[in-house]
């Protein structure tokens, strides 16, 4: 099976390609930039090519491109895909690109695939992945592709691409926001330093969550900001929570402060059966780092 990454020179490409490689499968890459594409080709040991003559020989086509210019490489594609071939997108929202890849590729089975982790993943076991298959086939090939993932140990749910933006406008968007501005209130503080050679183990896994997301690419970002449905109104919730607790903490009302801890912590552990162990999670986290 000959299997072309679309992007492969990008942080995720080289991941999947690493990975595929090993799984016995062969990979031929692509990319923009000319430089990153021959440190992959050298790093890897791939074949490396033009988008179009890899869309053209290959079995499966992984799109691993930034979601501003997916549209763009899709149409580009579109005219070199073939019956029998199955291209899947990984970006990390899921509506937009499916309904572009419906839009444009006629030949062909196209399915909007979401891995849940990043470059930094020492391996596949134990992470999650999101398929977003739109009809009957789509399905049949996402539960083959679960199969296989879920053989190599990490673990697949299905469901609609609305489903998938829907919640990652909290798992992502919403956790991504208030590491920006977890960072941004951090950085206006001159003892940084200092603070974190005796920081605990709850400062230390603020300051990772902070660096973990404003040290990487910030256009990635700015595109899940600004892409993810509700993105607007559920960071206005957060600012109007963020407020309430602030006003408790002004007014020194220990008494209600004390009350809607208790009430958050009975909702969370009805919603979470593993609450009770978060504290101990958080030490295991730290102590990993």
Request: hydrophobic share 40%; with cysteine; net charge neutral.
């Amino acid at each position: 099976m000959k299997i072309a990454i679309i992007g492969g020179s990008g942080k995720m490409g080289r991941w999947f390609a690493s990975f595929l490689l090993n799984d016995g499968k062969e990979v031929i890459i692509t990319g923009r930039n000319e430089r990153k594409l021959l440190e992959a080709k050298q790093q890897l040991g791939v074949e490396v090519a033009s988008n179009i003559e890899a869309v053209k020989n290959a079995d499966v086509v992984l799109l691993s491109v930034p979601i501003d210019n997916f549209e763009e490489v899709v149409e580009q594609l579109c005219p070199y895909t073939h019956s029998g071939q199955v291209i899947v997108d990984i970006t990390s929202i899921k509506v937009f690109p499916v309904e572009t890849m419906h839009k444009y590729i006629k030949t062909g089975l196209v399915l909007g695939a979401h891995p849940m982790f990043g470059p930094g993943a020492r391996s596949i076991v134990n992470q999650n992945f999101v398929l977003t298959p739109t009809n009957e086939e789509e399905t049949a090939l996402a539960q083959k592709i679960s199969k296989y993932l879920e053989a190599h140990g990490a673990r697949a749910t299905i469901m609609t691409p609305n489903e998938h933006d829907e919640m990652m406008a909290v798992i992502l968007g919403l956790s991504h926001f208030i590491a920006i501005v977890s960072a941004d209130t951090l950085a206006s503080f001159d003892k940084l330093k200092q603070m974190e050679a005796i920081g605990g183990s709850t400062y230390k896994l603020l300051l990772t969550l902070a660096g973990s997301v404003v040290s990487e690419d910030p256009e990635f970002y700015a595109s899940l900001q600004m892409s993810l449905p509700n993105m607007t109104e559920i960071e206005r919730l957060f600012q109007r929570s963020s407020k309430a607790w602030g006003d408790l903490v002004k007014a020194k009302n220990r008494q209600e402060f004390v009350k809607r801890m208790n009430t958050l912590k009975n909702r969370l552990e009805k919603a979470h059966p593993g609450f009770r162990k978060a504290y101990e999670n958080m030490y295991k986290l730290v102590e990993g780092l």
